[in-house]
């Protein structure tokens, strides 16, 4: 396909053009429908009534289920107030502590020791810490609450370890520069560091945000009736007398769409943090 | 996948951006979004076997196919990352040496297997690690499909963590678990660390 592809101006390959043509449309065909099958599903089985539930094809089409979500009693506003307030005030706290963290653990000549034990401590399964911080939280009577929940969303050696990647570009002249001018310490962070670093700064908070979103582990765990996040609402229609489906697939598709425009909005960042992510 | 979005035909665009829809699903969703396609009477693929002409399974509630089952919903969900990585590996590589190959007369497969897997053997051995340090800690998906059953057969060490400590409520018991994960995690990031702590020293 490689070279078929920018070679197609040539004669003389006709056969083999062919050939990788069909291949590519072949696995073009299998990439969508390894990909779409299932979002197909979503949304025809979260529009058909309980009766056609599961047909391969709609036959009629009702939005009672996403108008049910939003009447009565156990609306879904809650559940998106929530979401939004512990991902946003997660990826602020952790914006505000993780980035001067970084910074410290890339210019400080020991601070290679302290990014060692962060990496350990980013390789562990957050399972492990699981109990530790279900004990913490009731003994401060945070369970259950957006403040407990936030708390335990705070992943600091993330941030920093990913901060230090970018930090470590910066090449430590511009500081000396800027010390000569008579900046002080911190105008030198604010004013140079960090509008440097930007790009680094928003690719944090996006995977932070994205994180606590999609986070289910603790949610389940750290949450029962008021601190509700999207993840635990959906896992909470399928019970043991049944499963709920159209609403279940409802309100998955209401939590998809923060994430679409997210994701339209900073798909580059996204991009570019994992190149850095990967590079550390 | 990635191979085939990096080459240039109409609406390579549009398809990269299709790769990347199961990445905004919420994994919780996507997990019930599966249980229900593996579901026996409703599910899409018993419907579509049956089409065929082949009897349907109950694939969520058989020991002998329920890891896999998971496992295919694991995959699923991780395809676009895997894609995003691997997709911003190859747009760094440098085309002149591939175009090069091409003049000396080598197919596709010959520069894939001699000059692009080489080449982006760094990437791909990372984005198998940063995979496998998270399949360690995978929890929701297993959790929402199956509870650990049928009898047990999809327990995985995280969810045997929870169900002990906070549906048995055994705390002793499921700490001990927890303990045992972070010695295990702990053993096998070593290797890791030591990796990236040392790589620019041995390259140099």
């Known amino acids: 396909?490689?070279?078929?592809?920018?070679?197609?101006?040539?004669?003389?390959?006709?056969?083999?053009?062919?050939?990788?043509?069909?291949?590519?449309?072949?696995?073009?065909?299998?990439?969508?429908?390894?990909?779409?099958?299932?979002?197909?599903?979503?949304?025809?089985?979260?529009?058909?009534?309980?009766?056609?539930?599961?047909?391969?094809?709609?036959?009629?089409?009702?939005?009672?289920?996403?108008?049910?979500?939003?009447?009565?009693?156990?609306?879904?506003?809650?559940?998106?107030?929530?979401s939004f307030i512990v991902s946003i005030v997660t990826v602020i706290i952790t914006i505000l502590i993780g980035v001067p963290g970084g910074y410290g653990v890339s210019r400080w000549t020991k601070g290679k020791y302290i990014f060692t034990g962060l990496f350990i401590l980013r390789m562990i399964p957050p399972i492990s810490f699981l109990i530790p911080w279900f004990f913490i939280l009731w003994k401060l009577n945070l369970l259950d609450t957006r403040i407990g929940l936030i708390i335990a969303y705070v992943r600091l050696p993330f941030t920093i370890v990913l901060m230090k990647g970018f930090f470590d570009s910066i090449p430590i002249e511009l500081e000396e520069a800027a010390k000569i001018d008579g900046a002080t310490f911190f105008q030198t962070f604010l004013k140079i560091i960090v509008p440097l670093s930007l790009n680094g700064v928003v690719v944090v908070a996006l995977f932070t945000f994205i994180h606590s979103y999609f986070e289910f582990m603790y949610a389940v765990v750290l949450t029962r009736v008021n601190a509700k996040t999207f993840s635990v609402y959906i896992a909470g229609f399928s019970t043991e007398h049944g499963v709920q489906y159209q609403s279940m697939l409802a309100t998955s598709f209401i939590g998809m769409i923060p994430m679409i425009l997210l994701y339209t909005f900073f798909q580059k960042y996204i991009v570019s943090g994992l190149k850095v992510g990967l590079d550390k | 996948m990635a191979l085939l979005c990096n080459e240039k035909f109409p609406g390579a665009k549009l398809l990269s951006g299709i790769i990347l829809i199961p990445m905004l699903l919420i994994p919780t969703s996507a997990a019930t979004l599966w249980q229900f396609m593996y579901h026996p009477s409703l599910g899409i693929f018993n419907k579509l076997l049956k089409l065929i002409g082949l009897s349907g399974k109950a694939w969520l509630s058989e020991t002998s196919t329920v890891l896999s089952a998971i496992i295919f919903t694991d995959i699923w969900s991780w395809t676009p990352w895997m894609f995003l990585i691997l997709y911003a590996g190859l747009q760094s590589l440098n085309e002149s040496i591939l175009e090069a190959a091409k003049v000396e007369g080598a197919t596709y497969?010959?520069?894939?297997?001699?000059?692009?897997?080489?080449?982006?053997?760094?990437?791909?051995?990372?984005?198998?690690?940063?995979?496998?340090?998270?399949?360690?800690?995978?929890?929701?998906?297993?959790?929402?499909?199956?509870?650990?059953?049928?009898?047990?057969?999809?327990?995985?060490?995280?969810?045997?963590?929870?169900?002990?400590?906070?549906?048995?409520?055994?705390?002793?018991?499921?700490?001990?678990?927890?303990?045992?994960?972070?010695?295990?995690?702990?053993?096998?990031?070593?290797?890791?660390?030591?990796?990236?702590?040392?790589?620019?020293?041995?390259?140099?």
Request: aromatic content about 14%.
């Open chain 1, 1 to 82: 396909m490689f070279c078929i592809d920018r070679d197609g101006k040539n004669k003389g390959i006709n056969n083999i053009m062919k050939k990788g043509k069909l291949i590519l449309v072949i696995s073009i065909g299998f990439v969508l429908l390894w990909t779409l099958l299932p979002i197909y599903c979503l949304i025809i089985n979260s529009l058909s009534p309980i009766s056609t539930l599961g047909s391969l094809f709609p036959q009629t089409i009702t939005f009672e289920y996403y108008t049910q979500l939003f009447r009565g009693s156990g609306t879904i506003y809650n559940v998106v107030v929530n």
């Open chain 2, 109 to 204: 497969l010959q520069s894939l297997w001699y000059m692009i897997i080489p080449m982006m053997k760094e990437i791909i051995f990372t984005a198998l690690l940063l995979k496998g340090i998270s399949t360690f800690s995978t929890f929701g998906y297993v959790q929402v499909m199956t509870q650990g059953g049928p009898g047990g057969a999809s327990h995985i060490l995280s969810t045997y963590v929870y169900k002990m400590s906070f549906m048995l409520l055994d705390y002793g018991k499921g700490s001990a678990y927890a303990i045992i994960v972070l010695v295990l995690s702990i053993i096998l990031s070593i290797p890791i660390v030591i990796y990236v702590l040392y790589r620019s020293r041995w390259e140099k």
